[in-house]
């Protein structure tokens, strides 16, 4: 019987999370990101209104396998876009992951764009990011207008849709994203 108590409130304490997200979402983001770059050492903002082009910020990890599984593919991303004026930035808000293993990892990863550390995880608990891989495109104004995946894969290798892409591609065409939530999928953020 205490399991199912357990359980029971599990399963609330996850429903309370998921609605207190969609109830963020609807709010701003903040118009700019500070933080230690996790491979440089040094402190980095990334202002929004530094540009009319989108900033995506994404919440990666050290440790997870999922994160990992879209390392190539963010790569890819932030190449392509880059050279249009998007910014990226990664969040690494993962309290279980050391900074050394953090800075290890990323060095080696080489994204392509600074990942700040997120102490106290306060940059995903403004945004409402659940896991790694956690994708938000926003405009110059802090408006949320992509959330959730970068694809519909733990691993970006059996992907079939590419909804982090296809909101980019969207907004450089001049359109609306065609679809602006998504389910994030990969290990949830650690923020103990």
């Not at 249009?84 to 990664?90: D, E, L, M, S, Y």
């Not at 079939?160 to 679809?179: E, H, I, M, S, T």
Request: proline share 5%.
């Amino acid at each position: 019987m205490r399991i199912l108590e357990q359980e029971g409130l599990k399963h609330a304490w996850i429903a309370l999370l998921i609605l207190g997200t969609t109830a963020q979402a609807q709010t701003p983001a903040p118009l700019s990101f500070s933080g230690t770059d996790v491979v440089q050492g040094t402190q980095a903002t990334v202002a929004l209104k530094a540009s009319q082009q989108p900033t995506v910020v994404v919440f990666v990890s050290a440790l997870c396998p999922c994160s990992a599984a879209h390392e190539d593919a963010l790569r890819g991303l932030a190449k392509e876009f880059q050279a249009t004026g998007v910014r990226f930035v990664g969040i690494h808000s993962n309290q279980n992951e050391s900074p050394e293993k953090a800075r290890e990892h990323f060095q080696t990863a080489k994204l392509g764009f600074p990942v700040l550390q997120d102490p106290g995880a306060a940059i995903a608990d403004q945004l409402g990011a659940l896991k790694t891989p956690h994708a938000f495109v926003l405009n110059s104004d802090g408006k949320i207008l992509y959330q959730g995946g970068v694809d519909d894969s733990h691993e970006a290798a059996t992907a079939k849709k590419f909804y982090l892409r296809d909101a980019l591609f969207a907004l450089q065409q001049g359109n609306p994203v065609p679809v602006t939530r998504t389910r994030a999928l990969g290990c949830m953020i650690s923020r103990h």
